[in-house]
Each structure stands twice: as structure tokens, then as C-alpha cells.
């Protein structure tokens, strides 16, 4: 992509929601019932539909399909059991299915809207047939776990444009209004130009599902999806993706190249598959500026999660709502402004743009954002500096061949050094 390309890119995609000429048979909602299809019914996916029937007053899910039926069954009783929405499920066991094959039966079914909510690794397959089966999408982040998934997603993103549908991702920072209000003072230079951001997502581990003798080995990855990068991306790509999506949304521009370092300190039993526990990496840009990356999921240390940015006249933290000016006064979003949780947000202002004509797409900047963090784990696999136009050009798919209940490889913990990018 050249340089006039990606600010063309940039320019274009800088809004949320854009409005779009209806063209002859368009769909447009109007006041009739929108109904719903879950794709994915873990917890996000149960908390996006809970949102989405909450974004509108003629809302219903009518479908819901996951891989394992025991998840969608959980997950149908838990929507069920919210007063404030339980009217409007209404999913019958012959609309509830499960298996890899699943998504394609709530596509087809007479649904409006389709959430996905899947493990990452199988969002670019799902949404391309969503979006060409004529369904408006939420599709959660990141939007791909490798350079290929990301291709098919731009691709996918402007056929939604072509199409006037609603592509809404999950990068759900970007719906939260102190944040739009302070990137908003960035972007209006109150801190001069930026030259550096420094971004951290350090937690502590998280879940793991055990095993089952019954079990196949791809059940085994399929129920603990995190630890394989097939299905997560890794956790740079799954978690601290929000980091670097916010790092795009700051910069306005791309990053030409990326180094780092990473590893596993305390993910050493089998059991963690061949994911990496932490992550630091540098990203370079074409105007001098760099962005500072630091991600960690250990048990017993320090947490921090934010987006600290450095300007040629002060200084701003995402995190916290603030823009400190050198000399001058500090700006701070105002506590007093009741702001609504950015996961509704989301859905809000999805169901009012398809009721109005007025589509969301967020697919190419939520599929650039989620290739930064690809290149970000590929350097630090690699222990190699990455560029740009080497992620953009590369053919890796790390997809399995089949998707069956059977054997399921399992490849070694990438070692720099010797671990090779392609």
C-alpha cells in the first residue's frame, strides 16, 4: 500500500458510522423486527447479544450456534434468565446448533443481523459468509490471526460497503466517549504532534478448561482456543490487539516496521499450548515517531492497562481521560458526564444506523489494527525486524486443513532464531 493509499484509507475510514446512499433494494429496517443470529455463545458472545437485545425495542434472537452445545445451552440460559430481555429470546432447540458447520445454519436462517463471537481464528470465514449472504455484523476483535484472515477481511469489508451493510467490530474503545472526546483533543494538536506512545497490558493469567479422556485433540484446542495461535492469535493479537487499535486510532497512520522481544516464563506445562505469556515490541513509523508495546498474562505481578501519549507540547493518557499541556492547563474529561458502557454503545449505534440507513463499517481499520498486532507477534517469534509491506505481501494461513472432531496438530513454542515468518 503506498503512502497516498493509506492516508486515502485513513481519511475515508476516520468516522465510526458513515452514511450511505441507499441504492434500489437496499435493505433498510425501518420499525419492523430486526432479528438476531449468535455466532460464538462464550461469555463476549453472550454479553453481545445481551447488548444487542438491549440497543433496540424491536430487537429478538431468533439463532444461536456455537461448536459445542453444552456453551450455546449455558449461554441461551443465561439470556433467558435477564428479565429485562428474556421476551426477547426466542430460540427453539431446532434453531439452536452446534458443530463447526453451526454458523452456516444461523446465516441462512431468516435473520437481519448475525454476531460474531467466535475464537478469532475462524472470524474471517464467518464473517465473508455473513456479509455475502446479505447480513448487517458485529464482529468482534481482532478480526484475524494471520495475514491471510486480514486480506479476506478487507476484501470482505468493502463488499459490506458495496452491499449497504453494517459492519460493526469489537474494538470497543473507539465507543467510548471520553476516549472519542480525548483523542479528539489529540487529533486538534492541544499536545502538539505525537511522537511516541508507550501502551501496556500486563495482567494475570486466565482460564483454562482442563481435559477430558473423551476428548479428541481437537476438542482439547477447540475448549482451551486461548493457548493455540490458530485459534487466538496469541494473546498480543486476542488481548493487547485494544493497545494497538488504539495506537492506529492516534497515530492516523500505519507503522512501517515492527522488533521485539517475547517468550513464556510461566506458561512452561504442555497444557498452554505454544502461546507466549509476554511481549515487548516496537513500532516504527515513516515520520520518526514510534509507539512502545508491552503486554504480560502472569500471575503474582503488577497489573497496568494504558495508552500514554507523548506530543511535541504535552502529553495525554487515554486511559485516564487526560491532556496535559507543557505550560498550560490540564484538560480532564468530566466525571460528572454519565457516560454509557461502550459495549452498549456499540450495538446502539449499530441497530440505529441499519434503522436509519446509516451504516457502520469498521472492517478495514479493525483489520489494519489487528495486523499490527499480527506483525507485532511475528517479530517477536521471529527475533527479526518485520515491515509493513512484508505483512501486506505474506501468504501465511495458519488455519488447519480440516475443521473435524480428531487428531489436531500442535506445533512447538516459536523460538526466535529460528522460527521463520512467511
Known amino acids: 500500500m503506498s503512502d497516498t493509499t493509506r492516508r486515502t484509507f485513513l481519511q475515508t475510514s476516520a468516522a465510526t458510522a458513515a452514511t450511505a446512499t441507499l441504492l434500489p433494494g437496499a435493505f433498510a429496517a425501518g420499525d419492523g423486527v430486526l432479528k438476531v443470529g449468535l455466532i460464538g455463545c462464550g461469555n463476549r458472545g453472550t454479553g453481545a447479544a445481551r447488548e444487542a437485545l438491549q440497543s433496540d425495542p424491536n430487537v429478538k434472537l431468533v439463532a444461536m450456534a456455537d461448536a459445542f452445545m453444552d456453551r450455546l445451552e449455558d449461554s441461551h440460559t443465561n439470556l433467558s434468565g435477564i428479565k429485562s430481555i428474556a421476551g426477547k429470546v426466542e430460540v427453539p432447540k431446532e434453531r439452536r446448533y452446534d458443530g463447526f458447520d453451526g454458523y452456516k445454519k444461523v446465516i441462512e436462517s431468516d435473520v437481519d443481523v448475525v454476531l460474531l463471537t467466535t475464537p478469532p481464528g475462524f472470524r474471517p470465514m464467518h464473517l465473508e459468509a455473513a456479509i455475502k449472504a446479505g447480513k448487517h455484523v458485529f464482529c468482534e476483535k481482532p478480526v484475524a490471526v494471520d495475514p491471510a484472515g486480514v486480506r479476506s477481511v478487507i476484501a470482505t469489508s468493502k463488499l459490506a460497503k458495496e452491499k449497504n451493510l453494517s459492519l460493526c467490530s469489537g474494538f470497543c474503545y473507539r465507543y467510548d466517549l471520553a476516549k472519542r472526546e480525548t483523542v479528539k483533543r489529540i487529533h486538534d494538536k492541544m499536545i502538539g504532534d ?23 485433540p481437537m476438542e482439547y484446542q477447540m475448549r482451551n482456543w486461548y493457548y493455540y495461535t490458530w485459534l487466538s492469535g496469541d494473546f498480543i493479537v486476542e488481548q493487547h490487539c485494544h493497545n494497538f487499535d488504539k495506537a492506529h486510532w492516534v497515530m492516523g497512520d500505519l507503522p512501517v516496521a515492527a522488533s521485539g522481544v517475547g ?13 507466549y505469556d509476554h511481549f515487548a515490541v516496537t513500532l516504527e513509523y515513516a515520520n520518526g515517531a514510534k509507539v512502545f508495546s508491552s503486554c504480560r498474562q502472569t500471575d503474582g505481578c503488577d497489573g497496568d492497562v494504558n495508552d500514554h501519549v507523548m506530543g511535541t507540547k504535552g502529553s495525554a493518557q487515554l486511559m485516564k481521560h487526560t491532556v496535559d499541556m507543557i505550560g498550560g492547563k490540564q484538560w480532564v474529561f ?7 458502557s461502550m ?17 457502520i463499517n469498521d472492517g478495514e481499520s479493525a483489520a489494519y489494527s489487528t495486523l499490527m498486532a499480527i506483525m507485532a507477534r511475528e517479530a517477536a517469534y521471529t527475533g527479526k525486524r518485520l515491515t509493513w509491506k512484508q505483512m501486506l505481501a505474506s501468504n501465511m494461513n495458519i488455519a488447519p486443513k480440516d475443521y473435524a472432531w480428531g487428531p489436531a496438530a500442535s506445533p512447538p513454542v516459536p523460538m526466535p532464531g529460528t522460527y521463520k515468518f512467511s
Open 194 to 216: 505525537v511522537s511516541a506512545m508507550h501502551i501496556t497490558y500486563l495482567t494475570g493469567g486466565i482460564w483454562h478448561r482442563g481435559n477430558d479422556p473423551k476428548w479428541t
Open 263 to 275: 517468550g513464556r516464563q510461566s506458561r512452561r506445562d504442555p497444557k498452554f499450548g505454544h502461546i
Open 334 to 340: 468530566g466525571s460528572e458526564t454519565k457516560v454509557k
Open 343 to 359: 459495549y452498549q454503545v456499540e450495538h446502539d449505534e449499530l441497530f440505529a444506523g441499519i434503522r436509519a440507513g446509516k451504516y
